[in-house]
């Protein structure tokens, strides 16, 4: 019970690689690139829901997945990539592109949050290797979006209340974004585990 519930982990493995800042420039980039392209065909992978003014998407599990697995700096950047790329094309889950679309956005703020919300991760995982630690630092990272999401929701959509903000965009998502925290906790402390026991076999 105590190694479940564990938050860190002496184990290293050779994922850990990518979030190393001595790690090399290829692979640092490979990295970022990598993550930010993972966001773009996961913000594709969407379902509207009628009179719901924030599509549900991948893009959040893309977050999460970019700061356990690049760390803090890259981890951001490949966010921030992400973001630069829909100045110029429509990669985000809409079909429109460039700042003026972005920022008139009700969900901008959700995006927004991106590059913060995988760096925090990022920097609480570089510890916090189990799967306890890893879903804690991400639920920790969701707190992020969802807040800055939620306070830019109520603004541009002129809700009149801060519960129906609330309702509208985080609660209604809540129960789906816990089963991407958890899948992405399962994934990154998955990889770390069955790389470490092939490594020990070889």
Not at 10 to 33: C, P
Not at 68 to 80: D, E, I, K, P, S
Not at 152 to 173: C, M, N, P, Q, V
């Amino acid at each position: 019970m105590t190694n479940v519930l564990s938050l860190q982990s002496s184990h290293s493995a050779l994922i850990d690689r990518l979030r190393e800042e001595n790690a090399s420039l290829l692979l640092q980039l490979a990295g970022i690139a990598g993550f930010a392209l993972l966001t773009v065909l996961a913000a594709k992978i969407q379902f509207r829901i009628y009179l719901w003014e924030v599509p549900i998407t991948l893009q959040t599990a893309a977050v999460y997945a970019s700061g356990l697995y690049l760390g803090t700096r890259n981890g951001f950047f490949a966010q921030l990539l992400y973001l630069a790329l829909g100045l110029f094309m429509p990669v985000y889950a809409g079909d429109g592109y460039g700042p003026n679309y972005l920022l008139g956005l009700v969900s901008a703020g959700y995006l927004l949050s991106y590059p913060l919300a995988a760096a925090v991760i990022g920097a609480l995982s570089k510890r916090w290797k189990t799967f306890s630690g890893s879903t804690l630092a991400t639920m920790l990272g969701a707190a992020i979006v969802f807040t800055c999401g939620v306070v830019w929701l109520h603004y541009a959509a002129g809700h009149t209340t801060w519960f129906e903000s609330i309702d509208k965009g985080f609660l209604r998502f809540a129960l789906v974004d816990l089963v991407k925290i958890v899948g992405v906790g399962l994934l990154y402390s998955g990889t770390r585990i069955l790389e470490g026991g092939f490594n020990e076999g070889a």
